[in-house]
């Protein structure tokens, strides 16, 4: 269909893929654009961007802001709160949230719901112009998914075994509010419903494998069971949602076209840096745990998760990082990890946002689901590949221009790769290449890189900072802030005790014997040569330290994507 003199709404119109679209769609000149947003902030900044970049269609770009799964009366809560948050804490909004979820679909409930204001133009500051083109670049399964239906209903029954007083009702609505299907379901009805009244002409879906494309072996977990059944849950609403998109394209009378546009890989990036780094909107503070203030491992409420752990420096962390939108801040050396040959890899905004407009317009890109669910998920791509070493080039600029040694945020999770790379990282720096690795004895290694975190606090501070302990080399103190990511040395503490030194001896030996046969292979393309060494041909001995985690995560996690 054509998108000129159209009326367009773009759903997560802020994130990373919502603005390239957002672009894309501003350059076939639709009558109309609105930008809507999770926050006002997001949605007035897109918007303002936008009518920047394309001032002729200034005057038609408008903004709007609220959770979609919400009504649209509760959206302006308290500053800085959630508006969910901020619904379940009130009994009256949470008991009607409950019935606005398993309840018949309504002519209230529909009329109420903010999703169904959007598509008709009837929320605040539109225009009451019905969208005639609906995409969708909202992470739904994520907003479901991550209520976390298994951490409620675990706090219910340990409080039913403790028989402690308790308000039950409240108990049960916040069990009953994060169903995960039943607020799928009723997301969908209302996305349909809006549409037909709305006699929107095209709707696609971009949506999301819950695993960056990875399967059942994904090491990237936040400290739970691996799969965690969090982001599995993740992955079965996503496909739940997508065979619900493909019902309504089955359906007479609704849009004329229905499709989906599925990435299976880190999306980035948005901006490359050097600042104050923010985990959840707030700057990241620094602690200090020193050896003398270490924490025995024989007291109570020293795996505590969070507790009044480490001393306060009054400062914040700052470091070189890459914006990866929605996904959040990432070190270089975790961006290095994740985008690795392998692993999650990447793709870039701009490819999703040209397959977007392509499909719109009747384009066949070969990548939309609704037509074939197995065959067409977007995965890596060459032009990210190619701008993957852009990437990394300038991150490693900014590292020496800066004198900091970007390695990890924590904010991309899991707490195991930050210890890996944190241990990697101080191996590099004692050793220097992979071979001096082996030159010493584990015990050697663990009391020189306890030395090194001894004596110098600012890696310390980083490591407790972003809530990895540091297991010292007697295996029964650690330094730890105030937050704790894991439980246990092996998901989530750098380890220093000779043990563990001599497991990364071994993964070393493993690297370079690795090495050696692609060395011996000759020039053929049968192996993947994803360490930088294999890449360029040469016999360089030098310790990357995000590489080395990434080939650690494909050959010792056995987290090697199935699909590339």
Sequence with gaps: MDIEGKHALVLGGYGLVGMAVCRRLLEHRPASLVVASLRREEAEAGAAELRAAFPSASEEIRAAWGDILLRAEWQDGPAGVHPRTAVLADPVKRRRLVGDILDELSEDILQASLLYQLILGTARGLDRRPAQIVIDCVNTATAVAYQNIFQTARRLEDRIQAKERTNWPEEVERLLASQYIPQL???????????????????????????????FNIPYTHGEERP?????????????????????????????????????????????????????????ALFDCPPAEAVSLDDPQALAAEGEFGADTGEVLRSVYIDTGENGLFAAAEFTAITTLGQMEYVTPEEIADNVVT????????????????????????????????????????????????????????PRLSKLLYEAYLLKKVCGTLGQVLQQTPADLSAELERMVT?????????????????????????????????????????????????????????????????????????????????TWTEDDAFDVGEVVGWLFIHEEKGRRGKA
């Design 228 to 284: 965690s059944r969090v982001l599995l849950s993740k992955s079965a609403v996503a496909g739940a949602q997508s065979l619900l998109t493909f019902l309504i394209a089955r359906t007479p009378g609704g849009p004329s076209v229905v499709k989906e546009i599925k990435p299976t890989a880190v999306i980035a990036w948005r901006d490359i840096g050097y600042g104050t780094i923010r985990r959840g909107g707030r700057e990241v």
């Design 185 to 215: 379901v009723r997301h969908m009805q209302i996305l349909y419903e809006a549409m037909l009244r709305a006699k929107t002409q095209a709707y696609l879906k971009v949506g999301t494998s819950g695993t960056g494309g990875m399967g």
């Design 359 to 414: 499909e719109i317009r009747g384009g066949a890109t070969g990548r939309e689901i609704i037509q074939a669910l197995d065959g067409a998920v977007m995965g890596p791509s060459y032009r990210a590949g190619i701008l993957r070493q852009a990437a990394v080039t300038r991150l490693r600029q900014l590292q020496v221009e800066h004198q900091d040694d970007s390695v990890a945020f924590e904010i991309l999770g899991p």
């Design 455 to 535: 004596d110098h606090a600012p890696l310390r501070r980083r490591i407790v900072s972003i809530g990895i302990p540091i297991l010292l080399s007697d295996g029964r103190r650690i330094l730890r802030g105030p937050t704790i990511k894991s439980q246990d040395a092996e998901h989530g503490w750098v380890d220093l005790t000779p043990q563990n030194l001599s497991r990364w001896q071994e993964r070393i030996s493993g690297l370079r014997a690795f090495l050696r046969l692609l060395a011996e292979s000759g020039a053929g393309s049968a192996q993947d040569r994803v360490y930088p060494s294999a890449a």
